[in-house]
C-alpha cells in the first residue's frame, strides 16, 4: 500500500489561553479516491502536541484518534426458524450509523477516557451509534445495536485499535488506520483527542473526502441518473457479446 | 487483481469472477443451459448482494441467450410465432415477478424467497433429470425400446387455436401464453433465464419437438430476461456493468470449451453430471436454510429501499 504524502500541516487558530496543549496535526492524505482497482487504502494521522508551558504532571498524556464514515439509518434484521425454515422475523431500525468507524488509542479506551467524556463527547463504537426506536414488540433491543457492531466489526468497517497510536516524549504522536476495499463514498471525519486522567484536554477535527473516481464514478452516476440509458448500455454490450461469441464460434469451427 | 464493482460496492478478485463466468460458461456450453441457475448462487457465496446478483445475472444472460439463437437461427431451429406468444406472457411474467421482488425486498424477505425458490426449481428439476437420464441410460443397455409419447388432451381443447407452422402444431395459445408468464415470474425474481424450466415445459405441456424447443425458449428469454434487466435497472439501480462484463467474458471463452468437450461426452452421462451438479448447489442452499445460521442478524438499508 502507498502512501501519498500530501502533508498537509493545518495552521490552528489561536485558542483560548485556558488550554495549555493544542494539537498541530498533519494527514498522509486528505482525500481517497476509489478507482476500479482499489483494494484498500491506509491513513496515516500524525501531529504534535504544541505547549506554551511545561507539561502539567497530573496524569501521563493520551492521545484517542477516531475515523469515522458517513452514517445512514440501517435495519438490523434478526432470523427466526419458522415451520424449520430460518427466516428474517423481527427488526429494529437505528437511526444512525456509520458506514465505517475506527478508533485508535494510545492506550486502552477505557483508561484514557473516562464515561462521562465518551458520553459527551460520543468517542467509543456503542456511543457513536445513535439511539434505537425498537418497536415496543420487541425485547431485548440492545442486541440488535450489539449485532451490528459485530458484523461490521467482523467485516473491517468498525476497528478499535487499543494501542494503535505512537506517542514520543508526549509531544509527538502517529496512528495508522486501514480503510478497507468494501467502502462507500463520502466525507469521512477525523477526531484526535488528547486527555489527561480521562478528561479531553484538546480536540481537533477535520475531513478526508472518499469519493468514486474515473470509471466507477461515471457508471456508477450514470446509473443513478440516467438508469434507463444505463440499462440499455447493459444490454448493448451484452449483445455485442453475444454477437461476438458467436462470430468467434464460426471461425472455430471452420 | 481486485476490482471495485460500483454499483454492488464491494471489491472482488476479478480473476475469480473470470474464473466463475469460464467455469458456468464451460458447463452450459457442455449441457446447453443458460447457466443462470447456477451463477447466481455462486455470487451469493463470494459475496455479491443477492439484488444485485439477480440484475445483473439477468444482463449475463442476455449475452449467452443472444449468442444461442443466432446458431439456431442458421439451422432454422426457432420457431418465431411460438415465441412471440411465450414473450407476450413473458413479459407480463417479469413485470409482475419486479413487483413481487420489490414488495418482499421491502418485508425483508427476498432473500429467503430467492433460496426457496432455488431449493425448490433445483431440487424438482435436478431430481427429474437424474431419475429420467438414469432410465435414459438403462435404455440405451437394452436396443429395440422406443421412447413412450404422452398425449395432452386438456391443451387441444381449450379456446383460441393458432397455427404453429415451425413446430407443427394448431394448439390454443392460452398455455403458451401461462407458461411464458409463469416462466417470466421466475426470470424476475431468481435471475435466470428459466430455461430449464421453459424447455420441459415446452416438451412435456405444449407438445413440441425438441429441436425446436431450444432456439424458440432462447428466443424468448432474450426479450424477458433483456426487459427484466431494464426494470431492475430503472426501479432498483441493481445491475452492475462492471460485474456483467467479468462475467461474459469469462462465459464467452468457457462456453467455446464447454461445447468441445460437450460433443465428446455421451448425451446420458452429461445429463446425469449436469442433475448431480444442480442437486449438489440445491442441497447446499437447503443446508443454509435448514441448519442454524452462525450469525441471526442482518443488516438492510433502512426504510425497505
Redesign the interface.
Known amino acids: 500500500m502507498r502512501f501519498i504524502l500530501a502533508f498537509v500541516l493545518l495552521v490552528l487558530p489561536v485558542l483560548s489561553s485556558a488550554q495549555s496543549e493544542e494539537i498541530v496535526l498533519g494527514l498522509s492524505r486528505d482525500e481517497v479516491a476509489?478507482?476500479?482497482?482499489?483494494?484498500?487504502t491506509d491513513v496515516l494521522i500524525f501531529g504534535a502536541i504544541k505547549r506554551d508551558a511545561p507539561a502539567p504532571d497530573t496524569g501521563p498524556l493520551q492521545v484517542i484518534i477516531t475515523l469515522a464514515g458517513p452514517s445512514?439509518?440501517?435495519?438490523?434484521?434478526?432470523?427466526?426458524?419458522i415451520l424449520?425454515?430460518?427466516?428474517?422475523t423481527d427488526?429494529v431500525?437505528?437511526d444512525q450509523a456509520p458506514s465505517f468507524y475506527a478508533v485508535a488509542t494510545s492506550a486502552p479506551l477505557a483508561e484514557s477516557l473516562s464515561a462521562t467524556e465518551d458520553l459527551r463527547r460520543a468517542i467509543s463504537i456503542p456511543q457513536v451509534i445513535r439511539s434505537v426506536d425498537a418497536p415496543a414488540s420487541i425485547e431485548n433491543a440492545e442486541?440488535?445495536t450489539d449485532?451490528?457492531i459485530?458484523?461490521?466489526a467482523g467485516s473491517g468497517l468498525y476497528q478499535v485499535l487499543d494501542g494503535g497510536v505512537d506517542i514520543e516524549e508526549e509531544t509527538l504522536f502517529r496512528g495508522q488506520i486501514t480503510l478497507p476495499?468494501?467502502?462507500?463514498e463520502g466525507d469521512y471525519k477525523a477526531r484526535i483527542f488528547i486527555t489527561r486522567d480521562g478528561i479531553v484536554v484538546d480536540e481537533y477535527e477535520t475531513t478526508i473526502a472518499v469519493f468514486?473516481a474515473g470509471?466507477?464514478?461515471f457508471?456508477?452516476e450514470l446509473?443513478?441518473n440516467q438508469?434507463?440509458l444505463?440499462?440499455?448500455?447493459?444490454?448493448a454490450?451484452?449483445?455485442a457479446?453475444?454477437?461476438?461469441?458467436?462470430a468467434?464460434?464460426r471461425l472455430?469451427l471452420r | 487483481m481486485q476490482i471495485y464493482l460500483p454499483i454492488a460496492e464491494v471489491s472482488v478478485n476479478a480473476f475469480l469472477l473470470l474464473g466463475l463466468g469460464g467455469i458456468v460458461g464451460i458447463l452450459s456450453g457442455m449441457f446447453g443451459v443458460g447457466g443462470g441457475f447456477l451463477m447466481t448462487p455462486l455470487l451469493f457465496f463470494i459475496g455479491i448482494p443477492p439484488a444485485v446478483a439477480v440484475a445483473t445475472e439477468a444482463n449475463q444472460i442476455v449475452a449467452s441467450s443472444f449468442s444461442g439463437v443466432l446458431a439456431h437461427l442458421r439451422r432454422k431451429t426457432v420457431d418465431l410465432k411460438m415465441g412471440t406468444v411465450l414473450l407476450i406472457g413473458g413479459l407480463v411474467g417479469a413485470a409482475l415477478g419486479v413487483v413481487l421482488f420489490n414488495y418482499l425486498k421491502s418485508l425483508g424477505q427476498v432473500d429467503l424467497l430467492v433460496k426457496l425458490c432455488y431449493v425448490i426449481f433445483l431440487g424438482v428439476v435436478g431430481g427429474l433429470m437424474f431419475i429420467e437420464s438414469l432410465r435414459a441410460l438403462r435404455r440405451s443397455k437394452t436396443p429395440g425400446a422406443v421412447p413412450q409419447r404422452r398425449k395432452h388432451g386438456l391443451v387441444h381443447s381449450l379456446p383460441f387455436k393458432m397455427k404453429f407452422r415451425v413446430s407443427g402444431l394448431y394448439i390454443s395459445v392460452i398455455p403458451p401464453l401461462l407458461v411464458g408468464l409463469c416462466v417470466g415470474i421466475l426470470a424476475a425474481i431468481m435471475g435466470v433465464g428459466g430455461g430449464f424450466i421453459m424447455v420441459p415445459a415446452m416438451i412435456y405441456l405444449l407438445g413440441m419437438p425438441t429441436k425446436v424447443v431450444i432456439g424458440t425458449s432462447l428466443f424468448q428469454i432474450i426479450f424477458v430476461t433483456a426487459f427484466t434487466t431494464l426494470l431492475h435497472a430503472t426501479t432498483n439501480y441493481t445491475v452492475d456493468i462492471v460485474l456483467a462484463v467479468l462475467l461474459l467474458v469469462g462465459g464467452v471463452i468457457g462456453a467455446q470449451i464447454g461445447t468441445r468437450i460437450g460433443v465428446k461426452m455421451k448425451a446420458e452421462q452429461l445429463r446425469i453430471l449436469l442433475a448431480a451438479m444442480v442437486l449438489l448447489v440445491c442441497g447446499k442452499l437447503a443446508l443454509d436454510l435448514l441448519l442454524t445460521p452462525s450469525e441471526l442478524y442482518s443488516l438492510g438499508a433502512a426504510g425497505g429501499h
Open positions: 476509489i478507482t476500479a482497482t482499489f483494494d484498500g445512514a439509518p440501517i435495519t438490523v434484521r434478526r432470523k427466526e426458524r424449520g425454515i430460518w427466516a428474517n427488526a431500525e437505528v442486541s440488535f449485532a451490528l459485530r458484523i461490521r476495499a468494501a467502502l462507500t468514486k470509471l466507477e464514478r457508471l456508477f446509473s443513478r438508469p434507463l444505463y440499462g440499455l448500455m447493459s444490454l454490450i451484452a449483445i457479446a453475444g454477437w461476438l461469441a458467436s468467434a464460434f472455430f
